[in-house]
């Protein structure tokens, strides 16, 4: 089993910027790919970001330039930084783990977070 508790939502306004962390617990967080996700009230669950074990990494054209996903595997953390926010970003962010491999389909995940709100007023 491997525990993810996210933090770092909140309420900002467009164009400010917001840093959500994703602690990890239970196994080797190393041996984990790292994804974030976002769902919106009334829409489907989507890729934002993805690191892989290397480091290397994946975003979401919606993203692109704006976001970066990060990991330090001496905290078992992973990081997501916001920057330029938009409203459309408005939606439940949720980190996930799945070994090794990363991909940008949220039902090859196999542990999640609870999620965290962020809410970007215009």
């Known amino acids: 089993q491997v525990q993810l508790v996210e933090s770092g939502g909140g309420l900002v306004q467009a164009g400010d910027s917001l840093r959500l962390s994703c602690a990890a617990s239970g196994r080797t967080f190393s041996n984990y790919a790292m994804g974030w996700f976002r769902q919106a009230s009334g829409k489907d669950r989507e890729f934002v970001a993805g690191?892989?074990?290397?480091?290397?990494?994946n975003y979401a054209d919606s993203v692109k330039g704006r976001f970066t996903i990060s990991r330090d595997n001496a905290k078992d953390t992973v990081y997501l930084q916001m920057n330029s926010l938009k409203p459309e970003d408005t939606a439940v962010y949720y980190c996930a783990a799945r070994p090794y491999i990363l991909t940008t389909v949220f039902g090859d995940y196999e542990f999640w977070g609870q999620g965290t709100q962020v809410t970007v007023s215009s």
């Open positions: 690191i892989r074990r290397s480091g290397n990494t």
